[in-house]
């Protein structure tokens, strides 16, 4: 299987290696994995039983074989309609969905966001969780949310409290300054100028299979997968991957 960093760095050389007058034969190309598609379903970094019992592996099978690969190819049919976007990291786009041509600002907005959403929620995923950060970040969350029973505590409230589809995040600014933040649909902290360390999607797909309408028994099993290294990692250099 792929490694999930390698992925994201393949999709992204796919991307800027796509010349404007390919765009059409490869939004039409057979395999969607294959490197040379613009915006790529990245593999899991894990298999899909991996986060039983918490995350149950059907969920994980439609969640990302069917939910995430419909956001990337919503995505790429979108983009392949303007050349001039041909090769423009995901990333890219959704922090400036707005300055999108009308005609797909909206496909940007929720394909983009959610394509760009779900290759970091996978990653946010463990079947190897350490159970809590470590480190500077550790000492960043108790600084903002007392000590780390406080931020779950305020998390898992914040995840309970989205209307509707949404997610909720921790967020970090330019000035590495923690925040918890809920966006709706499939907005990304992204859009708004932060570095999403951790997200939780609380769209009924992420969950409902296994818990029904208990929201609050996935939100306390999440806790059981946290990928605190890649958060720290990502507190570490401010970069998305
Ligand atoms: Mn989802």
């Known amino acids: 299987m792929m490694n999930r960093r390698n992925a994201i760095k393949i999709a992204g050389l796919a991307a800027a290696a796509v010349a404007a007058n390919s765009f059409a034969a490869e939004t039409t190309a057979a395999d969607p994995k294959t490197a040379s598609t ?16 918490h995350i149950d ?7 990302h074989d069917f939910h995430h690969q419909a956001y990337a190819t919503n995505l790429r049919n979108a983009v392949a309609k303007h050349a001039e976007l041909a090769g423009k990291p995901a990333v890219e786009l959704v922090k400036h969905w707005e300055h999108m041509p009308e005609d797909i600002r909206l496909a940007v907005r929720n394909s983009g ?8 929620f996978w990653q946010f995923l ?6 809590e950060p470590k480190g500077d970040l550790a ?48 907005d990304c902290p992204l859009t708004m100028g932060r570095v999403p360390l951790l997200g ?20 306390k099993a999440f806790f059981n997968v946290i990928h605190w290294e890649f958060a720290a990692q990502s507190f570490e250099t401010g970069v998305v991957k």
């Open 38 to 53: 613009p915006y790529p379903l990245p593999d899991l970094p894990y298999p899909y039983e991996a986060l039983e019992p």
């Open 57 to 63: 592996a059907e969920t994980m099978r439609i969640h």
């Open 113 to 120: 966001g959610g394509y760009v959403n779900h290759n970091l």
């Open 126 to 131: 463990s079947p190897k969780s350490a159970g």
């Open 139 to 186: 000492a960043a969350i108790d600084k903002q949310f007392s000590n780390f029973n406080g931020f779950k505590e305020q998390f898992s409230k914040a995840a309970l409290g989205v209307f509707g589809s949404g997610w909720v995040w921790l967020t970090m600014d330019a000035n590495k300054q923690l925040r918890l933040e809920s966006t709706p649909n499939q």
């Open 200 to 219: 939780i999607d609380v769209w009924e797909h992420a969950y409902y299979l296994k818990y029904r309408n208990r929201r609050a028994d996935y939100v």
